[in-house]
Nanobody
Framework: QVQLVESGGGLVQPGGSLRLSCQAS????????MGWYRQAPGKQRELVAT???????NYADLVKGRFTISRDNGRYTVYLEMNSLKPEDTAVYYC?????WGQGTQVTVSS
């Protein structure tokens, strides 16, 4: 059993930045691809970004050029750097490594 714990969410103004972290309870190189998803109120959970064990990344079109996913296998941690945040980025952000999910961290973008 692997636990994923997200942190770093909060309230930020439009145009601001946040860095989310996902701390795994064990070596993440064993988990394969890891990713960030988000779910806004009344909407389905959607993919934000994924990263392979060797660092290849994939992004949803809505966040390309603004968000950056990275992983530190030695620290058992995956990050999501979010810049130029927009109100429509408001959601609960979840860390995922199949079949495990974190509990989510709230990101609110509002003035």
């Amino acid at each position: 059993q692997v636990q994923l714990v997200e942190s770093g969410g909060g309230l930020v103004q439009p145009g601001g930045s946040l860095r989310l972290s996902c701390q795994a309870s064990g070596p993440i190189y064993r988990l394969g691809d890891m990713g960030w998803y988000r779910q806004a109120p009344g909407k389905q959970r959607e993919l934000v970004a994924t990263i392979t064990p060797d660092g290849r990344t994939n992004y949803a079109d809505l966040v390309k050029g603004r968000f950056t996913i990275s992983r530190d296998n030695g620290r058992y941690t995956v990050y999501l750097e979010m810049n130029s945040l927009k109100p429509e980025d408001t959601a609960v952000y979840y860390c995922h490594a199949n079949p495990y999910w974190g509990q989510g961290t709230q990101v609110t973008v509002s003035s």
